[in-house]
């Protein structure tokens, strides 16, 4: 199978798949025809395997010793639940300290959060750990830079169609022949709507996550 059907079959992005491989989790053989990768059943399975791993919050090092026999699946499911158990407590942790700060009268401009930063810092020390929304919050500015690129590449192109039609309605006798003007119309008409199709698509990939998705899959 190619790398499209097994995207399709697993529900993997081949951005993951090859990362999979990078991280020597995969091991498709190479069609000495054309070089491309070929995937078999085998590959396939595997791939559910790390899929329903990742899912479940597996690290990378966890599942390359199950791969590779130094532990069994019940050995790593024993320490994965230490874990799911520390993120427990996290949680509660949290829970408990917002739900002290219900009773909360002050506004957010006269509230003391020197005291509470402190009270936190001692959780920490105790071994909590709290969320961190600010590395969510930075994928908004990876919007940014797609968008201008976006708007800026169809200005230019909107700028070069109305170019040419305020050029053929002052000099008509002088513009090029109507199929050519079409052609040169159509040209930058076609560059603004393939920007827009990349935009549009690179605008999901952000939303959906799709640059840390090997964190998660």
Request: proline share 3%; hydrophobic share 50%; charged share 30%.
């Given at each position: 199978m190619k790398i499209n059907e097994?995207?399709?079959?697993v529900g993997i992005t081949k951005k993951n798949i090859r990362f999979y491989?990078?991280?020597?989790?995969?091991?498709?053989?190479?069609n000495s025809e054309n070089g491309y990768r070929d995937y078999s059943a085998e590959e396939v399975e595997?791939?559910?395997?790390?899929?329903?791993?990742?899912?479940l919050g597996f690290p990378l090092e966890e599942i390359r010793q199950m791969q590779s026999g130094l532990c069994t699946v019940g050995d790593g499911m024993r320490r994965h639940l230490v874990l799911?158990?520390?993120?427990r407590d996290n949680l509660e942790s949290a829970r408990h300290f917002c739900a002290e700060l219900t009773d909360c009268r002050e506004k957010l401009d006269a509230l003391d959060a020197?005291?509470?930063?402190?009270?936190?810092?001692?959780?920490?020390?105790?071994?909590?750990?709290?969320?961190d929304k600010q590395k969510q919050d930075t994928r908004r500015r990876h919007y940014v830079a797609p968008v201008l690129s976006a708007v800026v590449m169809a200005l230019l192109m909107?700028?070069?169609?109305?170019?040419?039609?305020?050029?053929?309605?002052?000099?008509?006798l002088g513009a090029p022949p109507l199929p050519l003007l079409l052609l040169l119309i159509a040209l930058p008409a076609v560059v603004i709507l393939g920007v827009g199709i990349a935009l549009y698509q690179r605008i999901r990939e952000i939303g959906h996550g799709k640059d840390d998705d090997y964190k998660k899959y």
């Open positions: 097994v995207e399709a079959l491989e990078a991280e020597g989790l995969l091991h498709p053989r190479r595997i791939l559910r395997r790390i899929k329903l791993l990742r899912k799911l158990d520390r993120e020197q005291t509470l930063l402190a009270r936190m810092e001692q959780l920490e020390q105790e071994g909590t750990t709290f969320m909107g700028g070069m169609i109305w170019l040419f039609l305020w050029a053929f309605e002052v000099d008509p």
